[in-house]
T-cell receptor, first 113, second 115 residues
Framework: SAVISQKPSRDICQRGTSLTIQCQVD?????MFWYRQQPGQSLTLIAT?????????ESGFVIDKFPISRPNLTFSTLTVSNMSPEDSSIYLC??????????FGPGTRLTVT | ELKVEQNPLFLSMQEGKNYTIYCNYS?????LYWYRQDPGKSLESLFV?????AVKQEGRLMASLDTKARLSTLHITAAVHDLSATYFC???????????????FGKGTHLIIQP
């Protein structure tokens, strides 16, 4: 498996502000992913973050709203910009280990007021 | 575009009973994943199914994959209360050099097992 940590674990933010979420992995990985889980819902892939290249965003998600950094093979950040109450969700990072295993971090619970 | 549908979305069952959760997907998927999520927790990986006819078992849970029918099942045998959770299936359409691509999730099956 993979040991993945996220910071912060939860936060309450004001509308219009931005929050940066950190994801740290215990060993080097090529692929890192960011997902959103809205209250009571399933998970939706936001973007794929590869080291050394720009993140690839899924339909409905844009870089201006969710900028991502991937400075090395063990770390990534996701910023939720200009937040609104609709951004209240759990944000999870995941990594691939081996050819197909995917493991998830503990998540960051974001509430926007 | 890969779409993943689970049913049922909600299941209440009694301890000791058997039941099956179904996961249909719309296009070719390289692999099929099953995860468990407890309330307020992250996702725990249960199974990864890689090929047609694949069957994996862990305790009271058994997962199978039929790629021709585009169907995966998660079978629960003699359910116990501790298995109460939300179960997600997810598919992956791609494989890049560094590993599997991002996943497309079903809506999840909220499972309650009554004593």
């Amino acid at each position: 498996s993979a040991v993945i940590s996220q910071k912060p674990s939860r936060d309450i933010c004001q509308r219009g502000t931005s929050l940066t979420i950190q994801c740290q992995v215990d060993s080097q990985v090529t692929m890192m992913f960011w997902y959103r889980q809205q209250p009571g819902q399933s998970l939706t892939l936001i973007a794929t973050a590869n080291q050394g290249s720009e993140a690839t965003y899924e339909s409905g998600f844009v870089i201006d709203k969710f900028p991502i950094s991937r400075p090395n093979l063990t770390f990534s950040t996701l910023t939720v910009s200009n937040m609104s109450p609709e951004d209240s969700s759990i944000y999870l990072c995941s990594v691939t280990r081996g050819d197909y295993e995917q493991y998830f971090g503990p998540g960051t619970r974001l509430t926007v007021t | 575009e890969l779409k993943v549908e689970q049913n049922p979305l909600f299941l209440s069952m009694q301890e000791g009973k058997n039941y099956t959760i179904y996961c249909n997907y719309s296009t070719t998927s390289d692999r099929l994943y099953w995860y468990r999520q407890d309330p307020g927790k992250s996702l725990e990986s249960l199974f990864v199914l890689l090929s047609n006819g694949a069957v994996k078992q862990e305790g009271r849970l058994m997962a199978s994959l039929d790629t021709k029918a585009r169907l995966s099942t998660l079978h629960i045998t003699a359910a116990v209360h501790d298995l109460s959770a939300t179960y997600f299936c997810a598919g992956s359409q791609g494989y890049s050099g560094g590993g599997a691509d991002g996943l497309t999730f079903g809506k999840g099956t909220h499972l309650i097992i009554q004593p």
